[in-house]
């Protein structure tokens, strides 16, 4: 604990209070608890980054692909959209886990066990998995990167047909081939509208990151929960009652500073993204 670093002379001048509160607040758990914001920092940037990627690939196909591949993307956008991020996010994991343990069965289960196992689950023993919790993260990001990649790709494929037509009709005229005109105007004009609702969608997965403890992620939400709970067991640390309101107003206050944070991120990202843009066209969107 901190406390015990503390010299005496310090302690003395700060009271009994005051050092009792320093070594509850930095005792095991609860440096346990601050260790466990970089579960859902990790989780936020790279359940965007996945979303990132995903969308544009999906506004991409949706806007100028095949035709069937603009099927597919249009039904992964309107589908994902409409599914709960609860739903998705205890269904994905487990579909995945499962789906590795049953391709995995056919290589190590002998057809008797199967046979013996037969509507239970892992088919074998040799089969089952137990995932730790840096996997469970990698599943949690891909979750967030598949959910939020729908909304980001419906974003984009509305930016990028806000585009003034003739602003990529200017750029062939100038010769440029159709990987210049989409690389160096279309996409590069086309963040100056999408950054507004990419904004909204970072703010949702932002929220979204509090259902990491659905994968046996022990996160921030977690651990605020389990410390704030009443407590009657010396032999479980200090006797207190129900504390849990004061543990969620740290919640609150760490989501809100996330928050102004990002809004402060994307103001700086929307003044990059504007120069060299025309005001007219600015005042446009």
Not at 76 to 105: C, H, K, T
Not at 209 to 228: E, N
Request: charged fraction near 15%.
């Amino acid at each position: 604990m901190l406390v015990d670093w503390l010299p005496q002379g310090l302690k003395d001048a700060l009271g009994p209070d005051i050092v009792f509160w320093i070594g509850y607040l930095s005792n095991g758990k609860h440096l346990g608890w601050y260790a466990s914001v970089q579960y859902t920092i990790e989780a936020m940037v790279f359940g965007a980054v996945v979303a990132l990627i995903l969308g544009l690939i999906a506004a991409t196909i949706r806007n100028s692909g095949p035709l069937p591949l603009r099927w597919l993307a249009a039904g992964y956008i309107n589908i994902v959209r409409g599914v709960p991020d609860v739903l998705f996010f205890l269904f994905f994991p487990i579909a995945f886990e499962q789906g590795l343990e049953w391709i995995i069965s056919f290589q190590v289960c002998t057809p008797e066990t199967l046979a013996l196992n037969t509507g239970q689950w892992p088919p074998c023993d040799a089969a089952n998995l137990s995932f730790s919790k840096p996997e469970y993260l990698v599943l949690a990001c891909i979750s967030l990167g598949i959910v939020y990649g729908a909304f980001v790709a419906n974003v984009i494929s509305g930016a990028l047909r806000a585009v003034p037509a003739g602003q990529l009709e200017a750029a062939r005229a100038y010769g440029m081939t159709r990987g210049q005109v989409l690389s160096r105007v279309h996409i590069r004009q086309m963040w100056i509208y999408a950054m507004p609702g990419l904004s909204n969608v970072w703010m949702s997965l932002i929220k979204a990151t509090s259902l990491l403890s659905l994968l046996q992620i022990m996160d921030f939400v977690t651990w605020a929960q389990r410390l704030g709970a009443s407590n009657f067991s010396k032999a479980a640390g200090l006797v207190h009652e129900d504390w849990r309101w004061r543990y969620y107003l740290v919640l609150l206050i760490f989501y809100i500073a996330v928050t102004y944070i990002s809004e402060k991120v994307f103001a700086v990202l929307n003044r990059r993204v504007r120069r060299g843009v025309p005001l007219a066209e600015q005042n446009a969107t």
